[in-house]
């Protein structure tokens, strides 16, 4: 995960064809926000539609947020018109276009080509805009690893789970919650687990799908939760409601923050002042992997907006000499204001 850390723990669904849902959305306080021409929007409404998605874009207020578009599938007669209009009409003013339903890397490339096409026509910075590939379909998880790796756009994987559901025939209607009758687990772990080293793989994001139950928030904490601990970079949220705890669940806890950024100036303490490779931090041998995980936390952490509460004491002479088994004692925190 790269230093320039993006983050989308929350992701807002808005409905475009609700002028009244793109007002409220500018104040709620999220990474992300979606501006829905697919499922979210009857049939009838989207040419509607794509035209108050524009305005909303180009009104502005979006300020610390990421603006993305949700146009309908590849497959669907709407999907072509969404990119034109919308890019054509507010490309200045968008981030990133939601391809949902993304079954197949050819509709990744299709997307990626247009795009092109049309930031050329329309003067825009070339490539600038982003592509988010929601996987919620059997042959869309059976070919994640390649629709992953099918455009240099692609800057997250999202699990769509109600759909994913109706693929595979889950026998539930409560989507994000554990079907009844399954005792073995998290029925989720297998598509989320899938989903995340698929974008792992190409270094990109990984984004858990809604919670459908907008009031249980227990159960919106405890679905986030499974997938935060997993890796996954955040979650949709439906509902003002949901925001708060999505938020809090996908950024880590101030200890841990701490914990990583004490790893990063041990160990660079370590490398680069006492040139060894694997040092004690505390009651911790840490290296190099060490220094890998501590980075993910750490920039999650700053991303959040989190503040370090200890600072890093090298020891008496700039680091103290305790040898231990293949590692050197360094000095653990030192209290901070
Ligand atoms: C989201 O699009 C889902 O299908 O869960
Ligand atoms: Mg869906």
Redesign the pocket.
């Known amino acids: 995960m790269a230093p320039s850390y993006r983050p989308r723990r929350t992701c807002l669904a808005v409905p475009g064809s609700s002028p009244r849902f793109l007002e409220k959305a500018r104040g709620v306080p999220v990474d992300e926000v979606f501006l829905d021409l697919?499922?979210a929007v009857a049939p009838g409404a989207k040419p509607a539609a794509r035209g108050a998605v524009i305005q909303a874009l180009n009104g502005g207020g979006w300020e610390g947020k990421i603006r993305a578009v949700?146009i309908n599938g590849a497959t669907t007669p709407w999907a072509y018109r969404d990119v034109i209009e919308v890019v054509e009409g507010a490309g200045q003013n968008l981030d990133v276009i939601i391809l949902?339903?993304a079954s197949e890397p050819a509709q990744v490339t299709w997307l990626d080509l247009l795009l092109s096409q049309v930031e050329q026509a329309a003067g825009l910075e070339r490539g600038r805009i982003g592509i988010e590939a929601?996987i919620?379909d059997a042959r869309g998880l059976a070919d994640v690893a390649a629709i992953a790796a099918a455009s240099d756009r692609l800057e997250a994987l999202?699990?769509?789970?109600?759909?994913?559901?109706?693929s595979i025939g889950m026998r539930s209607l409560e989507?994000g919650a554990q079907p009844e009758g399954y005792t073995r687990g998290d029925a989720y772990h297998y598509p989320r687990m899938r989903i995340l080293v698929a974008a792992r793989s190409r270094g990109i994001a990984a984004i858990d799908?809604?919670y459908?139950a907008i009031r249980d928030l227990d159960g919106l904490r405890q679905d986030a939760a499974s997938s935060a601990a997993l890796g996954y970079d955040g979650k949709?949220v439906l509902h003002p409601g949901q925001v708060e705890p999505v938020n809090q669940v996908f950024a880590p806890d101030q200890d841990a923050y701490d914990r990583a950024e004490l790893i990063l100036d041990a160990y660079a303490h370590a490398t680069d002042v006492r040139q060894t490779g694997a040092v004690m931090l505390g009651d911790e041998m840490i290296d190099e992997a060490s220094r890998k995980l501590a980075l993910v936390t750490a920039a999650k952490g700053r991303a959040a907006g989190l503040a370090r509460t200890q600072s890093f004491d090298p020891g008496p002479g700039g680091a103290s000499a305790e040898h231990s088994p293949g590692g050197e004692r360094l000095g653990q925190a030192a209290g901070q204001g």
């Open positions: 697919e499922d949700r949902p339903k929601q919620e999202v699990f769509g789970p109600a759909d994913f559901m109706a989507v799908g809604p459908l949709w």
